[in-house]
C-alpha cells in the first residue's frame, strides 16, 4: 500500500531547464504567481497551444515580461506548471482513494477511482482537453508520462492486494485495460456525453463492466448514488 510519504516522494518535479526559476516566499509574491498562472491557463483555453506566448500571458495578468521571467524562464515553464498542478490534484484524490482500498470491496474503490477522474475533467474541462490534445511532449517536466506510470503503479498494487478475487491472470494487461478504458471514456465524454459524467451514469456502467471484467462476475446495475460533479 502506498503511503502519503511514498506519494511525496513520487511527486517531487524533476529539473529541468524549462521549470520555474524559482519559487515564491512572500505572500506578494505567491500572488503575483497565481495571477500569473491563472492568465496562462485562460490564454491558453482562449487562443490555444499554437498561440500561447509569454507575452500574451503577462499582459493577460496586467505584469511585465520581465516580472514573469523572474519565476518562469519560458512557456515551457508555465505549461509544464499548469500541467503538474492539475495532475497533482488528480493524484491527490486517488492517494486517498487508495489508502483505504483495502478495507472496501472492490467495487466501491473502481467506482470511487472513476468519479475522482470525473470530478477532475469537470474542473477545467477546456484547459484539460488543451493540455492533453494540444500541448507537445515538454520533456523532464511533462507530467503526463510520470502521472500515468505512477498510477498504473497504485492500481496494480490495489490488484495484487485482491489476487483472490479476480479472474484476470495477466495483471499488467489489466491495469493497462483498466486505466486506460476509463482515460479514454471520461476524456471522451466530457465533449460528447457531458450529462452522463455530471449524473453518475458514466461511472456506474464504467464500473460494472471494470469490475465484472476483473473478477468474472457481473455486477448488478444499479441507479447513480449521487452526481459526479457535486
Known amino acids: ?4 510519504r511514498d506519494f511525496l516522494v513520487m511527486a517531487k518535479p524533476k529539473k529541468s531547464v524549462v521549470s520555474p526559476r524559482k519559487m515564491p516566499a512572500q505572500d506578494r509574491s505567491r500572488a503575483m504567481v497565481e495571477l500569473i498562472l491563472e492568465a496562462a491557463a485562460r490564454v491558453l483555453v482562449k487562443d490555444g497551444y499554437e498561440a500561447f506566448t509569454t507575452n500574451r500571458v503577462a499582459e493577460r495578468a496586467g505584469v511585465s515580461v520581465g ?3 523572474q519565476y518562469f524562464p519560458n512557456k515551457g515553464a508555465l505549461l509544464g506548471e499548469l500541467m ?3 495532475m497533482a490534484e488528480l493524484e491527490h484524490r486517488f492517494e486517498a482513494i487508495l489508502a483505504d482500498a483495502a ?6 474503490t473502481v467506482r470511487a477511482l472513476i468519479e475522482a ?3 477532475a475533467h469537470l474542473i477545467d474541462p477546456e484547459l484539460h482537453r ?3 490534445e494540444e500541448v507537445p511532449h515538454l520533456g523532464a517536466v511533462d507530467w503526463r508520462d510520470d502521472f500515468g506510470k505512477r498510477c498504473a503503479e497504485r492500481v496494480r498494487a490495489v490488484l495484487e492486494q485482491r489476487r483472490s478475487e479476480l479472474a484476470v ?3 499488467d494487461l489489466a491495469v493497462y485495460l483498466v486505466t486506460t478504458t476509463t482515460e479514454t471514456a ?5 465533449a460528447t456525453r457531458p450529462e452522463d459524467l455530471r449524473s453518475g451514469a458514466l461511472a456506474d456502467e464504467l464500473t460494472r463492466m471494470i469490475v465484472s471484467y476483473l473478477t468474472g462476475k457481473p455486477l448488478a446495475a444499479r441507479r447513480p448514488m449521487r452526481a459526479a460533479a457535486e
Request: charged residues 25%; positive net charge; hydrophobic residues 40%.
Open 1 to 4: 500500500m502506498f503511503t502519503t
Open 117 to 119: 477522474s470525473v470530478r
Open 130 to 132: 488543451v493540455l492533453s
Open 169 to 171: 491472470g495477466n495483471l
Open 186 to 190: 471520461v476524456h471522451d465524454a466530457v
Open 103 to 108: 478495507d472496501r470491496p472492490l467495487a466501491e
Open 67 to 69: 516580472s514573469l521571467y
Open 84 to 86: 503538474r498542478r492539475h
